[in-house]
């Protein structure tokens, strides 16, 4: 009896040994693959996150007023997998460790995470563009010192103007 009462006062001085989880914070596991974020400044809209995407919880659409794309990850239909960080080629996509995602009924449509991709028109031809980040440029054309003219063009106008300087 005597052993059992101090096992209880010693359990009860310790306090709880179990998580305090969700009244209080917990561990995140190393590696864990939480929320996504999304960086619309790197994103170059080739479409591959959209194209892997495991839990069809991406989507990318032209404005209305044909201004930019659209994008959503909708947070409560993706599968945490991983495929959309792992494929996008700019970095713009990362799993972040929020693994926070109880959400009420009403503000299902709103748990999104989104982006705005504007179009800049090309200096050369005008026709409307999605601004691609000079560093991505400077990877594709090795030998070209003048990305920073480069990255003013659309796909088209790039290839023929890649040796010329800005004027
Ligand atoms: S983690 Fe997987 S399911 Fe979630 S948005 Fe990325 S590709 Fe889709
Ligand atoms: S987030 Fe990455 S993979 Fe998705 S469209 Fe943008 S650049 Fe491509």
């Not at 495991?54 to 239909?77: C, M, P, Q, Y």
């Not at 200096?123 to 480069?150: D, H, Q, R």
Request: charged share 25%; hydrophobic share 35%; glycine share 6%.
């Amino acid at each position: 009896m005597g052993s059992y009462l101090k096992t209880v006062i010693q359990n009860l001085l310790k306090g709880p040994s179990t998580d305090p989880y969700p009244f209080g914070k917990t561990f995140e596991p190393k590696g864990l693959r939480g929320k996504i974020r999304f960086n619309s400044q790197a994103c170059v809209a080739c479409r591959t996150c959209e194209h892997v995407c495991a839990g069809n919880a991406i989507r990318i659409k032209e404005a209305e007023d044909k201004s930019g794309l659209h994008f959503v990850v909708w947070h409560n239909t993706c599968a945490f997998c991983g495929l959309c960080e792992h494929y996008c080629p700019t970095k713009a996509i990362r799993m972040t460790a929020d693994y926070h995602t109880a959400h009420s009924q009403a503000e299902k449509y709103n748990y999104v995470e989104q982006g705005f991709i504007k179009y800049v028109p090309c200096s050369c031809c005008g026709k409307p563009m999605i601004p691609v980040a000079a560093e991505l440029l400077a990877l594709a054309y090795k030998e070209t010192a003048n990305v920073e003219f480069l990255a003013q063009l659309c796909e088209r106008c790039r290839p023929g103007n890649r040796l010329r300087k800005e004027e």
